[in-house]
């Protein structure tokens, strides 16, 4: 089955800079690949996905990357504030079923010191 | 805004006992999943499913089971609670044409001394 490896686990970064997240998969399948941001106390929320027929897809101050070729992606987070601080999850599923098995990383602790 | 409603934020229970955890949605999705969250191995599903009455195992179904007699109900069941089974649990929903897309809720963060 897919496996999903994150790094770095915890990630430290000021406010302003930029933060990056990389995940590799195994299952050269997958085709979906979505990112969650869980706040505290909170459940993780999708914040951006991209699909295999697409290398970048950019949303405001979040951007993803996917290299199906070396079979990993990356999410991008410029112009850091206090308020990206969360544990992201990146995710991948092959989308061929009418319900999402997604398979997750171990995610990241971002934490953005002002 | 899809709203998936978990019964307990926090939940202590003893070795042996049968607990009972609760998840509502309200946007008439078809689709409800369980996953466990524990530091350092992110989200694991132990059960999904995809329509009333429906079930599949997730990759961790071990020591559990799930009940779905309403569409907008799914309940996990840990028919006698062991330590190991102490963890967070995510219930997610997401509608059947976009299955991939979950909407989670706020967890339940469950101690079984």
């Known amino acids: 089955g897919e496996n999903v490896e994150q790094h770095p686990s915890t990630l430290s970064v000021q406010e302003g800079d930029s933060a990056v997240i990389k995940c590799t998969y195994s299952?050269?399948?997958?085709?979906?690949f979505p990112w969650y941001k869980q706040e505290l106390g909170k459940g993780p929320q999708l914040i951006i996905d991209?699909?295999?027929?697409?290398g970048e897809k950019k949303d405001q101050r979040i951007a993803v990357t996917l290299n199906k070729t070396a079979k990993h992606f990356s999410l991008h987070i410029t112009e850091t504030q206090p308020e990206d601080s969360a544990v992201y999850f990146c995710?991948?599923?092959?989308?061929?079923?009418?319900?999402?098995?997604?398979?997750f990383g171990a995610g990241t602790q971002v934490v953005v010191t002002p | 805004d899809v709203k998936v409603t978990q019964s307990s934020r926090y939940l202590v229970k003893r070795t042996g006992e049968k607990v009972f955890l609760e998840c509502v949605q309200d946007?008439?999705?078809?689709?409800m999943f369980w996953y466990r969250q524990d530091p350092g191995l992110g989200l694991r599903l132990i059960y999904f499913s995809y329509d009333v009455k429906m079930k599949e195992k997730g990759d961790i179904p071990e020591g559990y089971s799930v009940s779905r007699e309403k569409k907008e109900r799914f309940s996990l069941i840990l028919e006698s609670a062991s330590t190991n089974q102490t963890s967070m649990y995510l219930c997610?929903?997401?509608?059947?044409?976009?299955?991939?897309?979950?909407?989670f809720g706020s967890g339940t963060q469950l101690s079984v001394l």
């Open positions: 995710a991948a599923s092959r989308a061929t079923d009418s319900w999402g098995k997604l398979q």
């Open positions: 991209i699909r295999s027929n697409v």
């Open positions: 299952d050269s399948a997958s085709n979906y």
């Open positions: 997610a929903s997401s509608l059947r044409d976009i299955g991939e897309k979950l909407f």
């Open positions: 946007m008439d999705h078809e689709n």
